[in-house]
């Protein structure tokens, strides 16, 4: 995997009402593996706003790790049959937000690595979702790299 990396990211939220929320980013990062780590960097601007929040993804084979710097703060935990709470700090408050991962998978070839992850998504200590994130980088120079 090269430095120069794309990035597809895919959420999938999944309200007891069973309304279905999806949300795909595909933008371009940085890879980098340290220390039996794998570490994905990308920023992001929100639409009209000139603030960009700079984020860092962190995985390892049950473990993932997303953390958010700019107009949205939050460091957010996965871990496989674990409960982590944060605070999601936006310009219009903060949520206290809890992640029960059950799932968390990463997948590796030469020229892709893929992370998967399913929690629920508490809110206030009320359940809001059971969720499902996607993660899947490709070499920017790769011509593999395809939507999910």
């Keep these: 995997m090269t430095k120069d990396i794309l990035l597809s990211i895919r959420g999938l939220q999944i309200t007891e ?23 994905f960097l990308y920023e992001e601007a ?7 929040t700079k984020n860092i993804i962190k995985v390892t084979d049950d473990y993932m790790e997303v953390t958010k710097k700019g ?20 310009p219009f408050g903060s949520l206290l937000i809890g992640i029960d991962a059950y799932r968390v998978d990463v ?7 893929e992370a998967y992850a399913e929690y629920a998504l508490e809110v206030n200590n009320e359940h809001l979702a059971n969720c499902r994130i996607r993660i899947k980088a490709n070499s920017r120079a790769e011509r593999a790299f395809h939507l999910m």
């Design 17 to 39: 009402d069973t309304q279905k929320d999806t949300v795909e980013v595909i933008t371009p990062g940085e890879y980098y593996f340290r220390n039996g780590k794998h570490f």
């Design 46 to 52: 929100e639409e009209g706003k000139q603030e960009i």
């Design 71 to 90: 107009a949205v703060n939050v460091h957010m935990v996965f871990e496989k049959n674990k409960k982590n709470v944060t605070y999601y700090n936006t």
């Design 107 to 113: 997948t590796q070839t030469p020229e892709e690595i």
